[in-house]
């Protein structure tokens, strides 16, 4: 399964193509459609940082993913997620979409909007590895152990 050509901005206003944007040769993105959901995602960061220090390559994106609207509504919530984002690196892992929410779950396999979902790509935009919901243990071996089969420590 590969995740779908979309485009976005990130909250540092840069238009972003997805997956061709992506910097890493691994991606990890956070797929959240809830605001409240970022209690969620704000489990992962942790994990993720020092997944990006341990190998090369590895790159990790939050997507808050939201129902089309006009651009006065967009310009709306994206100015609102940028005040209350002033990191400049966290702004630029942060790549808002608006879109048809059930086309895209049905694209990706994603049930519901229920909880965050936690993707794994790899250039090409194909899906290696997901799950969902807040960060546990288990979920991050999981992942460890698919990256540590695609890619290379730091040295």
Same mark, same amino acid.
């Given at each position: ?10 909250? %540092? $206003? ?7 944007? %992506?910097?890493? @040769? %691994? ?11 970022? /209690?969620?995602? @704000? ?14 390559? *590895? ?7 939201? $129902?089309?609207?006009?651009?006065? /509504?967009? +310009?709306? *919530? ?16 942060? *790549? +808002? ?5 059930? /086309?895209?779950?049905?694209? %990706? ?13 790899? $250039? ?26 695609? /890619? $290379?420590? +730091? +040295?």
């Amino acid at each position: 399964m590969r995740f779908p050509t979309t485009t976005g901005a990130n909250l %540092l $206003r840069r238009k972003v193509t997805l997956p061709d944007d %992506l910097s890493g @040769d %691994l991606n990890v993105v956070l797929v959240a459609f809830q605001q409240w959901q970022q /209690s969620q995602v @704000d489990t992962w960061l942790p994990y993720l940082e020092d997944l990006e220090q341990t190998y090369a390559g *590895i790159c990790y994106y939050e997507l808050p993913v939201i $129902r089309q609207m006009n651009w006065l /509504s967009r +310009t709306f *919530i994206n100015e609102g997620m940028r005040a209350g984002i002033p990191n400049p690196k966290a702004r630029e892992r942060t *790549i +808002t979409l608006y879109l048809d929410k059930k /086309s895209f779950r049905e694209i %990706l396999g994603l049930p519901h909007e229920q909880n965050i979902f936690v993707l794994l790509l790899d $250039r090409q935009g194909q899906i290696l590895w997901k799950t969902e919901g807040a960060f546990t243990l288990e979920q991050g071996e999981d992942l460890k152990a698919v990256v540590d089969r695609s /890619s $290379r420590p +730091t +040295t």
